[in-house]
């Protein structure tokens, strides 16, 4: 039997028996039904994938400056997704524990990035413009790069909002801020848990039950919650901050599982509900959207 599971020639015809046929064909059918199950599961993995993708990045069209940060932005949505460990992901259960926290922390600002260049384009365009000229520096720190503590979270409170005395520019433009909230948020929450609510078939799920479970005031607040908790568990790998190894036990296959779970769970709610907005752009229809957010729920 030659290399790689063919025949040897010469072998065939030393001993012409079917035995040995048999076996090299039901070893060839072994293998290609292994790369058709592996196909199978690579494919379904890209659809969820792909799912999660539009419920972020939406579906943009066209050869403009913001349709083309998406599409870059749901490219590489898709390449971090499929670094997560099963089920979410394409790594096996033992994959390496210091790179997860990474690929999970990474999904989730990036969605937000994402999200933030489809609520404020302005935020994103200029930050995108600044990367193209010559005298960018990715040595320097930029001031105006996107940072999770004021432009995902709102950097204080913003109470009364609607002070007359307020001047725009002082009015928190966050992912997740009052303004947001009260602006963008609240409307798109009430018409989406509407479109669920009235779905056939029915969706169903725990993320689905969490949900439908808040008052449109509540979304944001413990939406927020979700982010920023989920946020600062994923930084204590990163920064490595377990410094013995009884601290590290929290960074086991489980715990793990769990982090992305809630990453999940924060991403692919906000990106149902973001596609409920009426001013954000490139909105897949409301059927699409539900159907992707049937993967997640």
Known sequence: MARGGRPDPGASRERPCDIG???????????????????????LLRL???????????????????ADTLQHLATALEDLRLRLPRPYGEQDEDADPLAI???ARALLELSCTAMIARADPFRVLVVRMAQQQGSYDPAQRHAAAIQWQG???????????????RAPSSMSRALLGDYMQETLWRPAYVRCIDAISMASPRISGERVRELLAKDERAFIPWIRGQAQAAYSEASKGIHHEFLTSSTARHYDSATL?????????????????????????????????????????
């Open 151 to 165: 432009d995902v979270l709102s950097s204080g409170k913003t109470a009364p909002l609607w002070d007359p005395t």
């Open 257 to 297: 599982e769990q982090l992305v779970g809630k990453i999940i769970t924060v991403c692919s709610v906000l990106g149902c509900v973001i596609n409920f907005c009426e001013h954000v752009p490139f909105r897949p229809d409301e059927g699409a959207t539900l159907a992707a957010f049937r993967r997640f729920a």
């Open 21 to 43: 046929r048999c076996h090299t064909a039901q070893s060839a059918g072994g293998v290609k039904g292994a790369h058709v199950e592996r196909a199978v599961r690579v494919l």
């Open 48 to 66: 969820e994938v792909t799912a999660l993708a539009s419920l972020i990045c939406g579906s943009p069209t066209g050869t403009g400056a913001l």
């Open 101 to 103: 926290p990474f690929a």
